[in-house]
């Protein structure tokens, strides 16, 4: 079982599929060989629902990369830390039993791994989406920094083959959250959310840098 | 005088809402006046689309129309159209199919009994609240929700949205060595399943009998799921191509989705409908357990649905490792299609009830023209039958508060799927 779950949530409509396709991007430009074998394990998983338990059961840190719509530009990525939410963030719908439920049911049985972090990509149609090799160079440092915030160890360096930043790697946030996309997220009133609109310095590897 | 009040539930911050509904609710004089279940979500056209489509495209297609329920649109989907080819896919496909739609239903009833019923049984807002108090019951369920899921991935390659199914069989056949894994966790699934069917019979469930329409399959020797003659409790007896005789679809202003009635008058299906009607069906241990739960079947308490669905969980695993003992890979998944021109009809049972689809299909195999009618369309006008029956009985002095949690618990307790819209209730009372 390994101790880091990166879980790529989503389904296959249009839009809704930006997990799946960051976590692939990642998983393609070899995140998981950046750590010692079996450590980091990335998964899609299609609207779990409940079973989001079970595919994080046992891991120390996981790492969920989602859809969200929330009024910002597409490609504005947010981070939120799951600890802060809080069981009021969310009702039930009779089949819409989506992240933050099954996020309340897990801390209810004592089953949420000590840390988990949720990614929300915003998506949608203007201006159009940074292309995914853009919006996964931004995810890479910051994942990798989440994981060795976590596990407290990091060996192998590896240098990632997302191909280079032809653009403006990722546009301003702006306003306040507001609709959320279907299978996506918003970030919830108390949550402690982290806007990432660009790149740490002297964090990325060299290959990514104005190339 | 005129008191108007209204109260308005929080449109939840994360969850994947996948539709709305609305009640009205107008009282005169202490008597209703006005009932509605507004269903407001978009109309999703899928019998449209469909048109012009080949027929090997349609079980993925319809399996789109539902997340929770994708296997049941497939089965109604290819049982109507191997129909129309005269096309016999053979005893292991018929078994087969069999156990992925107790795939289906396991996972189904596991959601609702337990994410969704439970919690209003037993006073608790959500799930969450409630596992703190019954965090073995809620593990027990997640774990026969996650089998569920687990069978719908064997045969279907994926628990959503499958696409193992295709008309004549399957694309492929599942290896015996996945098969006797599969078979072993059926098994040591099964005295859990006994242990909820009690479980849901403990509950303090109302006590309140009504009086409506069971209407389901009914096989000579077997449960319905996929074949059947569709039988109500007023003695109705008729094939499935029969159906438009006698049951009819109109529309209300107020909401996107069709009122289904039998002769004119509102009926029932689904898990309560299909025990009250098919009891000396159900596997021995099965009818044994409902003997000892106290509870005396056929049953008028629609609130007796929640213990229907731990029993059709039990049924369906003790069905499942029946028919994957001895299990064998045929030579072929498939039997090949030769498409015919005509009409196809197919009628099978969702985890919610009969699910009802008809095609009219060219030489080639394309489809001309499609109707479906889901089970929910098919409870939506009994569901306000018991909306005013319940909240009636309650009594409609009780505050908007108490009438809102009653109104939401009888809706929840069909599982409505008519895009899963009913939970968010938006109830105005208005009182004269």
């Not at chain 1, 790697?169 to 279907?182: D, I, L, S």
């Not at chain 2, 045969?155 to 295709?166: E, K, L």
């Not at chain 2, 009122?259 to 008058?265: E, I, M, Q, T, V």
């Amino acid at each position: 079982m390994s101790p880091v779950r990166i879980l790529g949530i989503g389904s296959p409509v249009a839009g809704d599929d930006l997990g799946w396709r960051l976590a692939e991007a990642l998983e393609r430009a070899g995140l998981p060989r950046y750590f010692p074998a079996g450590m980091v394990h990335i998964t899609l998983c299609d609207r779990p629902g409940s079973l989001l338990l079970p595919a994080m059961r046992g891991a120390r840190l996981a790492i969920l990369l989602d859809a969200m719509r929330s009024g910002a530009p597409p490609g504005t990525l947010r981070r939120l830390d799951m600890r802060e939410l809080d069981d009021s963030t969310g009702l039930l719908s009779s089949h819409g039993f989506g992240v933050a439920e099954a996020m309340a049911l897990g801390r209810a049985l004592e089953e949420l791994p000590p840390r988990v972090l949720i990614y929300g990509i915003e998506t949608g149609q203007t201006p159009s989406l940074p292309p995914l090799s853009d919006l996964a160079a931004i995810l890479w440092p910051a994942i990798i920094g989440d994981i060795q915030a976590s596990l407290g160890r990091l060996v192998m360096p590896y240098i990632p083959l997302f191909g280079g930043l032809e653009r403006a790697t990722v546009v301003e946030p702006r306003g306040a959250p507001g609709e959320h996309h279907q299978g996506g997220h918003h970030p919830a009133q108390g949550a402690e959310v982290q806007v990432l609109n660009e790149v740490p310095e002297g964090s990325l590897p060299t290959k990514f840098r104005g190339q | 005088m005129s008191q108007s009040r209204e109260i308005r539930l929080c449109v939840p911050v994360l969850a994947r809402v996948e539709g709305e509904g609305a009640l009205d609710l107008e009282v005169h004089d202490g008597r209703i006046q006005t009932l509605r279940l507004r269903i407001f979500e978009p109309p999703r056209l899928f019998e449209k689309f469909l048109e012009g489509r080949e027929y090997q495209e349609v079980p993925d297609m319809v399996a789109r129309i539902c997340g929770i329920c994708p296997v049941a649109y497939q089965m109604s989907a290819v049982h109507a159209i191997e129909g129309v080819f005269a096309l016999a896919p053979g005893p292991w496909v018929r078994a087969m199919r069999r156990v992925f739609y107790c795939g289906e239903w396991i996972q189904s009833h596991s959601l609702h009994i337990h994410l969704l019923a439970a919690p209003d049984f037993l006073g608790y807002s959500s799930v969450a609240e409630m596992a703190r108090a019954y965090p073995d019951a809620v593990r027990r369920g997640l774990a026969l929700q996650a089998l569920g899921n687990e069978i719908i991935r064997v045969f279907g390659g994926r628990s959503v949205h499958p696409v193992g199914a295709r008309v004549g069989g399957f694309h492929r056949a599942p290896s015996r060595a996945e098969v006797a894994v599969l078979r072993e966790q059926v098994q040591a699934a099964l005295p859990g399943a006994e242990a909820l069917l009690a479980w849901t019979a403990s509950l303090n469930l109302p006590n309140d009998a009504q009086d409506f329409v069971s209407v389901a399959l009914r096989h000579p020797d077997e449960y319905p799921m996929n074949e059947g003659r569709i039988v109500s409790s007023d003695g109705l007896d008729i094939p499935i191509s029969d159906y438009e005789v006698h049951f009819s679809e109109h529309q209300e202003p107020h909401s996107t989705a069709l009122y289904a009635s039998l002769d004119g008058r509102p009926y029932l299906v689904g898990p309560l409908a299909r025990v009250n009607l098919n009891l000396d069906r159900l596997h021995a241990p099965v009818r044994e357990a409902l003997g000892r739960s106290g509870i005396a079947f056929p049953s008028r308490n629609m609130f007796h649905s929640i213990v229907a669905r731990a029993a059709e969980i039990h049924h369906a695993l003790l069905e499942a490792s029946r028919l994957l003992e001895d299990y064998c890979e045929p030579e072929a998944p498939f039997v090949p299609a030769i498409p015919r021109s005509g009409t196809a009809y197919g009628c099978t049972e969702a985890p919610r009830g009969l699910l009802w689809h008809r095609y009219d299909l060219d030489g080639a195999g394309q489809v001309r023209h499609a109707r479906i009618v889901p089970p929910t369309s098919q409870n939506q006008a009994r569901i306000e039958a018991d909306l005013r029956h319940s909240l009636e009985t309650m009594g409609l002095d009780r505050d908007d508060e108490a009438l809102r949690q009653r109104a939401e618990m009888v809706i929840r307790n069909y599982d409505p799927c008519i895009s899963c819209a009913t939970h968010f209730l938006t109830v105005r009372v208005e009182q004269r």
